[in-house]
């Protein structure tokens, strides 16, 4: 068997067993333990020495509390070397996306998988290169500068050893295994894909939803009416894997623009996902301009505030979305000339591309698809799918199959 979930699978049992508990967070000192390639790039995860000005590391902005997304409080990460550049994008959760693929258009030109909003990084290796060099996250200029810190950092000699970087390595491969350490952490690391949350146990049949977090699911699950398990996978796979809330698919919901974003100020600027700015191979896909990857809602009580442009801070408001985007456009956009200026994020020409499937699709004044009770149900569902970081991993295969709420 060699399929991703086993591959998967296999590196999971390996560092369960090589990983104390107590071994994680930024804050946290490593205990002694037997260096692993998971333990060495959660080291250089956690190490702000590898930034231009020492004051950030990846774990700066995808924190454990947090599912490995912002710190709880931030509207938008601030990153460069004074730690006062507002990035335009909120930091997802970097959880379950082991099994996530590099990004491909399928033959009806329908994006899939990639890493990051956009999808313009194939894998969490490439990935891993982008911050280490972007301007306004931990700002190095150049590789060579990057390579240059990583050799004095404490665990340099545990990564050439582990990773079998020869001594006369080029800052290229040097380079290139860090960004490997990083990926290699990122999935090997049980935080990442606990698979433990009370839906995981009710999956088991270990525990019973309240009776609003099941009419929770029911309203997710129901085609006319939440819709969110057609983009937020809610099912078991046919292989017994567990659902992770995502299929990893690119869609636009027409979010309000949001004033608080530095570079909004310039209402020239749009950041239209797939099609750029900050994605340059896609542009002439116009067709694809406001469309952003589907993330997971595991552990989305943990990672507000919401969506790609932080635009919703509560859960509660992020479903009210859902609910009222269309039935009540006051409520969400500005008034020009008197009349809700829908879609505001994206110039004109391209707002057919906003999605009009159900829970959306509804006129003005009409009854929404989601009633009040509905929203909160969905909260109360939303809210088990929170990982217990103190509760031993669970398979990422469901024990029994059977059990499906
Ligand atoms: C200043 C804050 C900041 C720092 C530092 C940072 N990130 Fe991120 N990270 C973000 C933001 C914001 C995004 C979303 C950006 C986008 O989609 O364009 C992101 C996206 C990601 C993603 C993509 C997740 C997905 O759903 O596809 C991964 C993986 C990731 N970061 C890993 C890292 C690693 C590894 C490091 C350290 C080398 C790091 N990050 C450093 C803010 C940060
Ligand atoms: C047509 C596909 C689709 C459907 C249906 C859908 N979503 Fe989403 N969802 C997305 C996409 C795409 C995003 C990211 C959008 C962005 O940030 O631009 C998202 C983001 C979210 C977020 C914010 C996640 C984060 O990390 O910031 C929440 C919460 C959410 N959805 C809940 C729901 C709920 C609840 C439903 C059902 C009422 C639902 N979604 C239905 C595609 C969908």
Same mark, same amino acid.
């Not at 490593?30 to 390639?37: D, E, H, N, S, V």
């Given at each position: ?5 086993s591959?998967?699978?296999?590196v999971? &049992?390996t ?9 994680r967070? $930024?804050? +946290?000192? /490593? #205990? %002694?333990?037997? @260096?692993t ?21 990846? &774990? ?9 997304a912002?710190? $709880?409080? +931030?509207? /938008? #990460? %601030?990153?460069? @070397? ?14 379950y996306?082991?099994?996530n693929?590099?990004?491909?258009l ?17 894998? %969490? ?16 200029t ?5 390579v240059a ?13 582990l ?16 960004r ?32 609003a ?30 659902p ?23 209402p ?9 700015p900050?994605?340059?191979d ?9 469309k ?11 990672t ?8 919703a ?52 004044g ?8 509905d ?24 024990a029994n199959?059977?059990?499906?709420p």
């Amino acid at each position: 068997m060699n399929t991703p979930l086993s591959r998967l699978f296999q590196v999971l &049992a390996t560092a369960s067993v090589l990983h104390s508990p107590v071994a994680r967070g $930024a804050t +946290t000192p /490593l #205990p %002694l333990q037997t @260096p692993t390639r998971v333990t060495v790039g959660e080291q250089a995860f956690n190490d702000k020495s590898l930034s231009a000005a020492g004051n950030l590391a990846c &774990a700066s902005c995808h924190t454990t509390a947090t599912a490995h997304a912002d710190p $709880a409080g +931030t509207f /938008l #990460p %601030l990153g460069g @070397p004074g730690l006062n550049q507002q990035g335009s994008r909120s930091s997802p959760s970097l959880a379950y996306l082991a099994t996530n693929k590099p990004f491909r258009l399928d033959v009806e030109g329908r994006p899939h998988g990639g890493f990051f909003w956009d999808g313009r990084s194939n894998t %969490l290796r490439d990935q891993a290169g982008g911050p280490l060099l972007n301007p306004t996250e931990m700002a190095n200029t150049s590789m060579d500068e990057v390579v240059a810190r990583l050799a004095r950092a404490p665990y340099f000699a545990d990564f050439t050893r582990l990773y079998k970087v020869a001594p006369n390595a080029s800052n290229t491969v040097l380079f290139d295994t860090l960004r490997l350490a990083l990926a290699t952490y990122e999935t090997g690391d049980t935080d990442y894909q606990r698979f433990n949350s009370k839906f995981d146990r009710v999956l088991d049949g270990k525990a019973r939803f309240s009776v609003a977090e099941a009419r929770g699911l029911g309203v997710f699950n129901d085609a006319r009416k939440g819709n969110c398990a057609s983009c937020h996978t809610s099912a078991v796979g046919a292989d017994g894997s567990r659902p992770l809330f995502t299929n990893f698919t690119y869609h636009a919901l027409g979010l309000p623009r949001n004033k608080a974003i530095q570079a909004n100020r310039d209402p020239n600027f749009h950041d239209l996902g797939v099609c750029g700015p900050t994605r340059t191979d896609l542009t002439h896909r116009v067709d694809l301009c406001g469309k952003f990857k589907v993330p997971t809602l595991r552990n989305i009580a943990l990672t507000g505030p919401y969506f790609h442009n932080a635009t919703a801070s509560t859960l509660e408001q992020a479903i009210s979305f859902y609910a009222t985007r269309d039935t009540d456009p006051a409520r969400w956009y500005p008034l020009v000339n008197q009349r809700p200026d829908r879609f505001n994020d994206m110039p004109l020409g391209f707002r057919g591309n906003v999605t009009q499937t159900p829970p959306f699709g509804t006129l003005p004044g009409n009854k929404p698809r989601l009633t009040q009770q509905d929203t909160a149900d969905l909260a109360a569902f939303l809210r088990t799918l929170t990982d217990d970081v103190n509760a031993p991993a669970g398979s990422p295969l469901v024990a029994n199959p059977v059990q499906r709420p």
